[in-house]
């Protein structure tokens, strides 16, 4: 269970003013859950993230995993980052093992684990290919192979799919969910995306900007497993009802912060 | 934790991986006209011309022809004398390049990566770089003598500060993503170093050291025209002092042609130990 407490972050703006990235936040994502945090850009959803990776402080407020206060990265969290962040220089199944490799694995084993994950991802075959020689979406695979490697209990996806073509984000989600329903960690993924949020999440927490708040948290009761038949769920008649509704708030907020912001970044 | 997951066979991803190169279907004849080394042959075939009609109707006592030049190369490259003079030349340029590579790749790693190092250091890199350095060679000469050291130590100051200056950038420039994305799976400093800002810097690091080799044999050179005439600065002066401007020519020639060996063979020594950073090249 992650628990936040009254998370708050300040920083000063280009122009010298005072930018409430974070104000007051509340969360409570609970074990094994699929939890997607929806908003404009600037509501500071991939701040929180990062936070909860233990990768930026914040200034008030508490982040705990299962009871234990956040104080930098874990063994128990794994990131899936927004531009893939792989080694340029290394093959697929060093990228892939590199986690493992971090944490003193060797170099036999973790190239064994490795090639399950390359497997599980789709990519047997590629794993002596450089990431320069895979398109987007195979280079999230490898992303999100390696962050499965380190075997996480909290996944934490920082809009993986938001740099992929359409027809490739649609696959990697039904292959996100087919792996998630087979061995079911807590995600916390950051998106976008309205379909995706709410085709992937049990929970959709929609975040407002200035000042990055919680405006809502909505139940997505669609029911699991989804991977085999998403377009079934796209049609029927609670996914276009929370859909509708979301987009409904996020319009909401777009008229109140029309001059200054949109909704997709 | 994988084991009850079906595997994805590749055929339903419908990405493919970045194509290759198109097939250039042009004959063999017409590619090898439209190659790089087919233009940069004609060009050189220009210069010799335009060299060749300056020497034989304006040239004078001092401006040798081409043809002349080369005749003289062919002379030196069988004079005993001359290959002397290049060993000793040379070896100034391997202890100073080699100096400058050990002395200047962790100099610069430290600086891309502490601030504060960089503070302190920027100063006197930024002197380095703009002083000529030809007017710390009296200064050297007063110091260390005319022997071999002091040519060593010009030879390095003159490579070194291309080394640092790279290398420098090579840390600075690795991507942040990188470095946010290591350390989220917990890498300690040294597992930082060693598997992303070194491989990061790499590409940089080979580029500073070719870089530096060019200024290696510049300060080769010179320190032999301005400090001790020996070896092959001494050949060029001695050759002015005759007037012999075919072979002071061809010498040139000779150092000039060692020069592009040496970053040929640098430039190779980059495409094998860094692939990836000539990939990005070619494709960005």
């Known amino acids: 269970m992650i628990e936040i407490r009254g998370l708050s972050k300040a920083y000063r703006g280009q122009d010298g003013s005072q930018v409430q990235a974070l104000a007051d936040v509340d969360l409570t994502v609970r074990d094994n859950e699929f939890l997607t945090v929806l908003g404009p850009s600037g509501c500071g959803k991939t701040t929180m993230l990062k936070m909860i990776a233990g990768l930026i402080p914040w200034d008030e407020g508490s982040i705990a995993i299962d009871g234990v206060e956040v104080d930098g990265p874990g063994p ?38 490795a090639r399950e994950l390359v497997t599980t991802v789709g990519l047997a075959g590629f794993e002596t290919k450089r990431p320069g020689e895979l398109s987007g979406g195979m280079q999230q695979r490898v992303g999100l192979a390696r962050a499965l490697a380190v075997q996480p209990k909290v996944l934490l996806m920082d809009e993986p799919f938001g740099a992929v073509d359409e027809q490739t984000r649609r696959l990697l989600q039904e292959e996100l969910l087919a792996i998630w329903e087979h061995n079911r960690v807590t995600v916390v993924f950051i998106t976008h995306s309205m379909e995706e949020a709410v085709l992937l999440g049990d929970r959709v927490v929609l975040m407002s900007a200035r000042p990055g708040q919680i405006s809502e948290i909505v139940d997505v009761p669609l029911e699991r497993p989804r991977s085999s038949d998403v ?14 509704h979301l987009w409904e708030r996020l319009r909401e907020m777009h008229a109140e912060h029309g001059r200054v912001g949109g909704i997709a970044s | 934790m994988t084991a009850t997951v079906p595997a994805r066979t590749p055929e339903r991803t419908s990405e493919s991986p970045v194509p290759p ?19 940069q042959l004609l060009g050189f075939a220009l210069f010799a011309v335009a060299w060749q009609l300056y020497g034989t109707y304006w040239g004078g006592l001092l401006v040798p022809t081409f043809t002349e030049t080369v005749l003289a190369v062919g002379d030196l490259v069988v004079d005993p004398e001359f290959w002397s003079a290049f060993a000793v030349s040379n070896q100034a340029l391997v202890l100073g390049f080699l100096a400058a590579v050990v002395l200047g790749v962790p100099l610069g790693l430290l600086l891309g990566r502490f601030p504060v190092a960089e503070r302190l250091s920027n100063v006197y890199l930024n002197i380095l770089l703009v002083t000529p350095m030809a007017a710390i060679i009296p200064l050297l000469v007063m110091s260390v003598g005319f022997g071999l050291a002091s040519r060593v130590i010009l030879v390095t100051i003159f490579a070194i500060v291309m080394v640092v200056v790279n290398v420098r950038s090579g840390v600075r420039q690795v991507d942040p993503a990188l470095l946010q994305m290591a350390r989220s799976f917990g890498a300690s400093e ?17 580029t500073g050291i070719r870089l530096g080799l060019g200024r290696a044999v510049t300060g080769m050179v010179i320190v032999e025209l301005l400090m001790v005439s020996v070896a092959l600065g001494g050949l ?6 005759r007037f012999d401007g075919a072979h002071l020519y ?8 060692e020069a592009l060996v040496l970053i040929g063979a640098a430039r190779w020594l980059e495409s094998r130990l860094a692939p990836w950073a000539v990939n990005q090249r070619k494709n960005g």
């Open chain 2, 250 to 257: 061809a010498t040139i020639v000779l150092i000039l042609i």
């Open chain 1, 231 to 244: 377009g079934g769920l796209e049609r029927s008649s609670e996914y276009s009802e929370i859909t509708a």
């Open chain 1, 76 to 113: 128990e969290r794994a990131m899936v980052f927004q531009n893939f962040a792989l080694l340029p220089w290394a093959t697929v199944l060093d990228n892939v093992a590199f986690g493992l490799e971090m944490r003193g694995v060797g170099k036999a084993e973790r190239h064994e684990r």
């Open chain 2, 190 to 206: 040294r597992q930082t170093w060693m598997r992303v800002l070194i491989p990061g810097a790499l590409p940089s690091i080979m």
């Open chain 2, 21 to 39: 190169r198109r097939r250039d279907r042009r004959p063999a004849w017409v590619r090898a006209l439209d190659s790089t080394t087919a233009y």
């Open chain 2, 236 to 241: 060029i002066l001695n050759y002015r002092s």
